[in-house]
């Protein structure tokens, strides 16, 4: 498979160079140039690794692929055998379980690939430099990024992440994370001001060059990189072949997908799901209160002259999402040109609108739907006393969205939530919802008599190793810091 520019027609690299290089030189994301159809891959039998080893040959060397997800779809690294499971339908639709790894967010999915992914792009390009991993976080990637890079050679991993942007789990998860080769710092500012941040870097050659004399090149882990959405191409098929097992789907019969939204990397493995013939009737993109992606499919308008707010779904609170303009590129029909206006159109007027042909062939496929504060923990709530499963507020945000269709649409399609975090890592946020005035892991394992996820016991007691706040203006120094020190 080869991997085009969605700002440049002319770019064509491999897999392993687009894995590498992470965003093309032109500052387009790399795209795949075809989209094959594939038959459903029967799962009966099969590991969730040897499963999705298959729908990942498709877009990477087969004979790599294997002997990647075995190595990272393993239950030394995932608490479920099942690594992404469907539970059984309960309140009208099913969960698809995504927070079984290591750091119990669904970023697992691709960031425990990713690394050994780029072992390989390294060895298949004959490269010799170290790669430093250079990511801004909302919450999930960067603990994801570190873990998945962590002590692995020829690797270095900086994170970034906003100091007043992610959840204290989430922050402690990375203040104190281990191995030899990870630096970690706040940022004065949101999401989108640490994100930017690192996109300049990224820019700054200056810095570039100071890296390269020390034979150390940048790579992303953010989901720019097309090597963190195609794993994710894998659960989706995952969950309809499973569904589809066990009975509760006819073979080819649609269903709806159903999933909170941020950097619209998720959302968008599932529209490659679909382009390569799986069932899927509607992707309903859920948002919180940034509700950038709401607004813009019920109008065509994609604005950021907003407000942006903090909310209880930290890994959401993003007002550009990145992966928005690989949906641009596909739904103008590849057109570089288009794709390069539109996105110079957000720079300089912070906003750009797309013809009304052109939204409603996105509304063909995408509905979508926002929820604010008080309304994901009232859905916390509710769905806890009707059946007792605890909702993180990411996977909360997508059920209430899911309500909103269904009285909107009344499309009675059987619909699957995609579920991206364990409510531990927003403790706090779910205890408020279920009515108790305590914030501590311990308590909401009391409270539901739910269990802990391993990853998470005796954080609290573990060494803080990463105290620095940087400014944005001083993340270059930062960062050098941080590689001084690995
Ligand atoms: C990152 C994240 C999201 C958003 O996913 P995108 O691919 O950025 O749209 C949703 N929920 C959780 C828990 C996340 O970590």
Redesign the pocket.
Known sequence: MNYVSTRNGNTSVNGYQAVFQGISTDGGLFVPSDIPKLGLPRIKGKSYAQFSAEIMGVFFDKSDVLSICNQAYSTANFSHDRIAPVGEREDDCYYLEL?HGPTC???DLALQVLPKLLACAVRSLGRSEEICILTAT????GKAALEGFKDQEGTKVIVFYPVDGVSDIQKLQMVTQSGKNVGVCAVEGNFDDAQTGVKNLFANQHFVNELLNRKIVLSSAN?INIGRLIP?IAYYFSAYADLTARGDLQPNEPVNFC???????????GWYAKQMGLPINKLVCASNRNSVLTDFFSTGEYSISRDFYTTH?P??D?LI?S?FERALYHFSGNDCDYTVNVMNELKSKKMYKVSSEMLHLMQRDFSAYCCNDSETLSQISETYSKTGRVL?P??AVARFGYSRYVKETGDTTKTVIVS??SPY?FADSVLRALGSNSTEIDALNSYTKTEIPAPLQGLSEKDIRFKGVTTIENMQKAAFDLLGNM
């Open positions: 927070y967010a669904f970023k909302s919450g999930d990637t989901s994710q999933v909170p939204t941020g950097n619209f990397g998720n959302i968008l493995a779904s890994s959401m993003i999402s992966n993180d990411h996977t991206t975090a890592k």
